[in-house]
């Protein structure tokens, strides 16, 4: 069995694991949205895209290919 130290540094580590894989999910759906919307749009449209899609997503609805 595992003492109660070690099973709390495994927890904080299985935690740090988690975060980290959580967070390169979040940064990958982002890269992939901004750049589906770099290859729609040129130019000052994509700032305008950018901001719509901002904006309709801050409810989490919207999905870059829908722009």
């Keep these: 069995m595992l003492s109660d130290t070690a099973s709390k540094a495994l927890l904080?580590?299985?935690a740090i694991v988690a975060m980290v894989?959580?967070?390169?999910?979040?940064l990958h759906k982002g890269i992939t949205?901004?750049?589906?919307?770099?290859?729609?749009?040129?130019?000052?449209?994509f700032w305008?895209?950018?901001?719509?899609?901002?904006?309709?997503?801050?409810?989490?609805?919207?999905s870059a290919s829908d722009l």
């Design 33 to 45: 949205d901004v750049s589906i919307i770099a290859r729609k749009h040129s130019g000052q449209q």
């Design 21 to 26: 894989l959580l967070f390169a999910m979040i």
């Design 12 to 14: 904080q580590k299985l």
């Design 48 to 62: 305008v895209a950018m901001a719509k899609y901002f904006i309709g997503n801050l409810a989490g609805g919207k």
